[in-house]
C-alpha cells in the first residue's frame, strides 16, 4: 500500500452531504477482475458529460485544481457500497487525503487499507477548508501525518488526531496479512478452543 | 463481569488478541470471524493477492461463493453474462473457487441467488457467529443473531488469509421498536423510519442492537429487512438477539445443526442477549403504531416522507448547506417543490434486492396484486431473492399472480438494485423500488428511484404513480 509521511498540493472543495460510492466509482468501472483504469472511473459522470467531454463547471476540471491531492468534504463521504474501488480510483487520480466531518466506515477501513489519509475535523475547521479550497488561488495545503497537523500557504494550521497504530501503518506502508500471520500458531489456537467450545461450527 | 450487551459479548468471545492498550470502542482487536459470503464483482483482486503472495485460503468450508451481482435475470437465461466484463468476472471466480477449494453457487446452480439470502436459506449463518463480508448489506445476518458486517476487497483478502480481521470496536446504539407495526405498514417502513429520523450517517461509528416488541412480533425474514438497511443509517454491524422464530426458522434449513448438535446449540444460543443492565452509548426508541408507509424523494435513503405527504420545499430549509443539497436532489429526480407524492408518475416497478425478495415479501406484494393490473406505461419486475425463493413462490402460485397483474417474472439475481448487469433504467426513467439505495444513477444514470415496500411497489405499479398501498387495501 502507499506509505504517507508529508504531502503538498492543492486541494479541491466537495461539500455536498453523502457523497455515496456510486458517485465516486460508478458501476460500469466495476467490471475489472484488477485495479488498473479505475483514474478514468473516480466521479465519472460528475467529471464527463454523456459524449465524454469534461464537464467544465466540476471542480477538477477547472484551471487550478489540476494537480488536486486533497479532497475537503461534506459529512458522511463515502457512504454506501463496499466497493473498495473508489478508494482505488481516488488514489489513482491522484488523491492522497480527504478532510471532513465524518466518513462512512467501510470506506474509511478502505482508505486506510490502501493508504488514502482520511482526516476528520470539527466543522468549523471543514468549513474553512472548504472556503480554502475552492480559491483557485489559495488552495495549497501541506498534510503533515506524522505531525498530525494541515498547513495552509499562510501558515494557519489545523491539528488533527489519528489512532496511533493506524498512522503506524500508514507511515510505514505495512503489509497487514503479513503482520497478522506472524499470529497465525495463536489464531490456531484460538480456533481449535472455539469450535471445542461450539462443536455444530467445526464441520 | 460488568454487564455486557449481545455486541460486546460477541466480540469478546471472537477475540484472538488485542492490538493495542485500549479498551472499549475504537480498541484494536483481531478479530476472529467465522465464515464469509463471496461475490464475483468484490473478490477478484482479494484472490490475485493471494496468488501473488503464495498464500493459501486459511479454512476454505467457512466461506462460500455465489454469483450475484453481474449475472442476467431473463427467465430463460444461460450461462452467459451480458458483457465480456462480467463474464471475466464469472470466470476468474470459477477458477478461484475451484483453486482455493471454496464452494461456488453458480449462476445456473439451482441454490444460486443473492448473497444475503442464499446464506441464510442454507442454514450457512448462525446464531453467535461473526461474519464478514464483501458487501455492505452483510447486516442482513443480525436478524439471525450473528454480528455481521460489510468490508472491503483488502479486508476479505486479510479473512481468506487468515481467519481474522484487524477490527476496531464500534461503540453501541440499541433501536427498540415498541409496540404492533399497523396494518399497511412492514418492516422496511420501519427501517425507513429509522434512517429517516436518524439521518443517513447516524449510526456511523456504531454496531446496533435492535429489540422490542415490535422486533419480536416480526418474522426472521422481516427482520432480516430491517437489518440489512440499517446499513443505510450508517450501522457498521447489527445485531438482534436470537429468540425462538430464529431456532424455528433453522429447524429446517440444510446446514444448521440438526438432533443432539441442534439442542446443544439452542442452549448456547439462548444466553445470546444483552444483559439486562447493559448500557449503550446511544438509545432510540420508535413507536410502532405511529410509522406509515413511506416513499424517497430524494437521493439518499433519508429523503423520505410518508406517502401522504408533500416534496419538500429547498427554500424552507434554513441551513445554507441543506438547501443546497436538498435542491440538487430535487434537481436530479426531477421534482417540482410543493408536489403531492401520490401524484408522482412511474414508468418502472421493480420487485427485487436482498431487502426486500424472499419469499414473505414476495407474497406481500402479490396479495395486492391478485385481480389487479399494472398501469399503462409501466414496467413491473420481480427478481426473487433466490432460486429457491423462485421455486417456492412457484409452488404456491406467485408466479402466475405476477404475471397476469403484467408483471415480468424473472431468475434471481441482484439486477435492478445496482444495475451491473443488463437490468437497467433509462435516463430520466421513475422506478418505485424494493430496494435499499436511491443513489443518484444507482439504477442507471439518469435514473430516479423511490424506495419503498413491496407492497407499496405493488400498489404504485397498479396506479401508474406513488400511492397509499391501504388505500388499495380498502377497496378489496
Known sequence: MHSFTTVTGAAAPLPA?????????????????????????????????????????????????????????????????SREHAVWGLLQLGIRAIIGTTFAGIFADNAANNGLLLVSLDPGAVSALLARAADPEGNRLTVDLPGETILAEDGTRHAFEIPPSRKDALVRGLDAIGQTLDRAAEIRAFEARHHAARPWLAR | MPPRTLYDKLIDSH?????????????????????????????PQAFSGLREAGRRVWRPEAALGVVDHVNPTAPDRGAAMPDEGGARQVRYFGENCRDFGIELLDVLHPLQGIEHVVAP????????????????????????????????????????????????????????????????????????????????????????????????????????????????GGARGVVMAPDAAVFDYLADKPRAPKGDAREAAIRHWSGLRSDADAVFDREIRIDAAEIEPLVTWGISPDQAAPVGARVPDPDAEPDADRRRDLARALAYMGLTPGTALESVRIQRAFIGSCTNARLSDLREAASVLRGRRVAQGVRGMVVPGSSSVRRAAEAEGLDRVFTEAGFEWRQSGCSLCLAMNDDVLAPGERCASSTNRNFEGRQGAGGRTHLMSPAMVAAAAVAGHLTDVRRLAREI
Open chain 1, 17 to 81: 452531504a453523502n457523497v455515496d460510492t456510486d458517485v465516486i466509482m460508478p458501476k460500469q468501472f466495476l467490471k475489472g477482475i484488477d485495479r488498473a483504469g479505475l483514474d478514468r472511473g473516480a466521479f465519472h459522470d460528475l467529471r464527463f458529460a454523456p459524449d465524454g467531454s469534461p464537464r467544465p463547471d466540476f471542480v477538477l476540471n477547472r484551471p487550478g485544481w489540476e494537480e488536486t491531492r486533497f479532497l475537503v468534504v461534506g459529512p458522511n463521504f463515502g457512504c454506501g457500497s
Open chain 2, 15 to 43: 477475540t484472538v488478541a488485542r492490538l493495542d492498550d485500549r479498551a472499549g470502542p475504537g480498541a484494536e482487536i483481531l478479530l476472529y470471524v467465522d465464515r464469509t459470503v463471496l461475490n464475483e464483482y468484490t473478490s
Open chain 2, 121 to 232: 436459506e442454507l442454514g450457512f449463518v448462525l446464531p453467535g457467529m461473526v461474519v464478514a463480508a464483501g458487501d455492505s448489506h452483510t447486516t442482513t445476518y443480525g436478524a439471525l443473531g450473528a454480528l455481521g458486517f460489510g468490508i472491503g476487497t483488502s479486508d476479505i483478502e486479510h479473512y481468506l488469509a487468515t481467519q481474522t480481521l484487524r477490527y476496531r470496536r464500534m461503540r453501541t446504539m440499541r433501536v427498540t421498536l415498541d409496540g404492533a407495526l399497523p396494518a399497511g405498514v412492514t418492516a422496511k417502513d420501519a427501517v425507513m423510519a429509522l434512517i429517516r429520523r436518524i439521518g443517513a450517517s447516524g449510526a456511523t461509528g456504531y454496531a446496533v442492537e435492535f429489540a422490542g416488541s415490535g422486533v419480536a412480533a416480526l418474522s426472521v425474514e422481516a427482520r432480516m429487512t430491517i437489518c440489512n438497511m440499517a446499513v443505510e
